[in-house]
């Protein structure tokens, strides 16, 4: 067996601690796939599936210290943070358990027979939605939990009744095998097979995935060309599967005159807290913010300087992601005329460590020279951040005319301001989530939250957060003219489902029957 | 100018009749999509854009001798079945009003601020679906109507919100000129700009129009090599945009052993109607017809063969679909052990007029050689349809899984049948629609109706006819702690909103909220 071993690492030494596994070759990921699509079926019933999720979030809660453990080991993000991330983790699957038991997401429509329908005689049609098939995961590194293994994709696709093949980040293979282990002992326990979920290592292996016949979909949560990569892939196969991958953000901030003067020193202190926060490892950490010149202006930059000053030094995720922060940082503030009133750099010999800094970009320089400043509006992983100083809302339009899509965009201006409205729809096109004040940084999961947006923040206008997520891994049939006794029970008439209705089987699922929405 | 010319040309003789345009250039392609682009915010009121919609109806109609002379010219498809398909094509538009008014597809979520929310306080989230921009619609060869310029894809794309450039197709482009004028000549009526909806001629066109910058999307109904070429090109530009496209489909029937005995006839005499109505040339035609050996299925093929042999000769579309059919059915006949009880030929020496037939193959054969009897798993567009017996229902699942997707899946089983149930989930995967007795050809517009299925015969997990078609031209966006004053009318709270719930503006959309949903 020459298959590469898979060592988890240290991330605050750099030192490998273990050989966790083996990279999976060809023979490998087939397998896993194969007996993933064995396994799948299994997931055709609703509330062994909302069983399934529950028990997942119990048995990740009870390994809870040891997968804290491995993850702050292996990503330095601390146990409190990782703490809130499996809370977070264990609350989004059982989020998905109660919309799997609500039925709503079945989109069920029913339209009855009717021989007088215009423009034609209608036939009985009954439409819901099936999962998919597999569906191969790909984990991030930044959240080793949250968009990982047990994460939302993870939850999303079995709460859809797909099996998953999660290819692990290389940032935590120990985590990532503890979090496998704790999801198949839960479908164990709940009467499923293991192989609902299926765990694969090794960056070839990713390659595999989406390239097998038998995985149907996939989702994905990392970098532009990683993504992209594996986008086009998914796309050129004979038989393309739709790719929902979330690549990149700058997540543009507006600051207006008026907001700077009235809440300059709480905006730059806000700002300094969220771009730090995490390392600035976030992919809704806020990359660009326009700040207007002149003194509320300087009030602002003056109180994040501060902030961002203060912020403490602490080790990336990896060393590459060192390597390409420390050039990012280095390659925007050697552009002419910008200045770097925090300079990030490495600090302490040991691990991955840096320290937070932000450039402040004068007024005219970017919408004036679009070639020459084109870094600043490309996303930059890390503790780093642009201040781009502006005269008026022209400039600050011609700038953000020419950025890509984004997961957020937040307006910081007073509730009363004008020109308010209008920046809300300059910024509605750009984002899947536009914030009036606050930060993008705290993606709540709730049914309400888009997380996507405009490619390259997503590569589908699917959410990956919040309960809309499980869009992704369905599909919609009709039956037509099919006997009541041989229809599923969500797509019968309930007169003729005594059984269903009168149980509490789940049958009675939100429908809409002969173009009327019912409960 | 040195663009060539665009032809209308008779069906019926193969006579060019008229100089209608040219093809679009680049520049001209360029200048119909910022036209559509800088036209499309117009779009954003609801209540014109139904009021719109049902204008573009109402003109259809009033147009509606000259259309429907134009097209039965271009396509020889006859005035009843183009009547027929104009009341279809206005039904839809009308359709699509209603469910513009109903605002169910903005697929509203409201949740409220919650600071004690688990796992962590929640801000105030509003989520709502906007249109993509500007839409590509490739235009159909079979449906001048309902999959052309007004048809399903224009009317969809129009409710969403979104301007429409249409590719029209080469088969009937003075339909495709009246028909663009009656929607312009709508819109200017309904208070929009005309350039909502554009109209582009020329193959390059297409190319151009799926590449441009300024295009957030299309969708198209035609062959698998042009669909495929045009979805890589869409899926491989520097910014991805959804392509939804309908491809191509076999559209299998299994009848099963007591359905053969109990029906044989009535399966006969319906399968040569369903195969030859109009002329073959539906994307739904029965392609592959699975028919138990024996005395029952040998009724059945008697009752198809004289179905089949009365059937009226007719002209195909244009000739070079007429040559696909000719070498299509000439390849099918010639496989070894096949007969042709009915043989398909040309008919008469004017036009593009052919003869329906189909090919019977007798049990074993699909299913023992998989590679020489390839051609019989493939659509062959044109009024041709392949018998196989079989033997057992081993041997029928052993063909359906060589099968691609499709866009129908019928069983004609007897209801009492303990195999029913089996039957239907092995033809689910199949298909976007999976039909109990019948014929798939007819298409119900209808909000349960699912014209899609799995690739080929569709590129996306979407509908092109019915209600749910709207949702492949919108986006969520979601507003966080944006103030109520802010907000659209639909996301904002009803006691907020004294207007808009007083005065039937239409912001009384099903929503969402808290997690309930309500009406």
Sequence with gaps: MNTPPVWSVDARTGARTAEIAVEADSAAVDLAVRDAHAAHPALADRGRRAAFLRAAA?????????????????????????????????????????????????DVIIDHADPAAAPAPRPDLRRWKVP?????????????????????????????????????????????????????????????????????????AGVDLVRHPLVSAAGFTGSIPGGRALFDLAAGRPVPI????????????????????????EIGAGLAGSFTLGMGQFCTKPGLVFVPEGAAGDRLEKALTG????AA????????????????????????????????????????????????????????????????????????????????????QAVLARLGGNLTATLHAEPGEEQAAGWLAALTPLAGRVLFGGWPTGVAVAPAMQHGGPYPAATSSATSVGGSAIERWLRP???????????????????????????????????????????
Tied chains: 1, 2.
């Excluded at 210290?65 to 990503?75: G, K, P, S, V």
């Excluded at 859809?160 to 990532?176: F, I, Y």
């Excluded at 902030?307 to 203060?310: D, F, I, R, W, Y």
């Excluded at 099919?482 to 009168?502: F, S, T």
């Design 307 to 310: 902030g961002a000053a203060e």
């Design 242 to 265: 739709p790719f929902h991958g979330e690549l990149g953000s700058l997540n543009p901030v507006v600051v207006t005159e008026a907001a700077a003067a009235e809440r300059a020193e």
């Design 477 to 519: 049939v009709s039956y037509q003219n099919v006997p009541q006794q041989l229809l599923p029970a969500e797509l019968r008439d309930r007169e003729a489902d005594g059984a269903g209705a009168a149980d509490g089987s789940g049958s009675r699922v939100p429908r809409r029957v002969d173009g009327v929405l019912e409960r």
């Design 58 to 106: 119990d048995r990740l809660e009870a390994d809870g210290a040891a997968l804290i453990a491995a993850a702050d080991r292996e990503t330095a993000l601390g146990t409190a943070r990782l703490t809130g991330e499996l809370g977070r983790t264990c609350y989004q699957l059982r989020a998905f358990a109660d919309v799997v038991d609500e039925g709503a997401f079945l």
């Design 313 to 396: 030094a602490g080790p990336l995720l990896d060393g590459r992601m060192r390597e390409h922060f420390l050039a990012g940082f280095a390659e925007r503030s050697a552009l002419p005329g910008v200045s770097t009133p925090v300079s990030a750099g490495t600090a302490g010999a040991d691990g991955w460590a840096v320290s937070p800094g932000y450039v402040s970009v004068p007024a005219g320089l970017v919408a004036g020279e679009q070639e020459r400043y084109q870094a600043l509006l490309e996303e930059c992983f890390g503790p780093v951040t642009v201040v781009a100083r502006y005269r008026d809302a022209a400039e600050v």
């Design 132 to 204: 998919v098939g597999v569906v191969a995961v790909f984990a991030a590194s930044n959240f080793p939990f949250a968009f990982s293994v047990p994460g939302g994709d993870t939850a999303s696709a079995l709460a859809a009744g797909c099996a998953v093949v999660v290819k692990a980040h290389p940032d935590h293979p120990e985590t990532s095998e503890l979090a496998a282990a704790a999801l198949r002992a839960a479908a164990v326990q709940t009467g499923l097979p293991a192989a609902v979920v299926g765990l694969v290592h090794g960056r070839q």
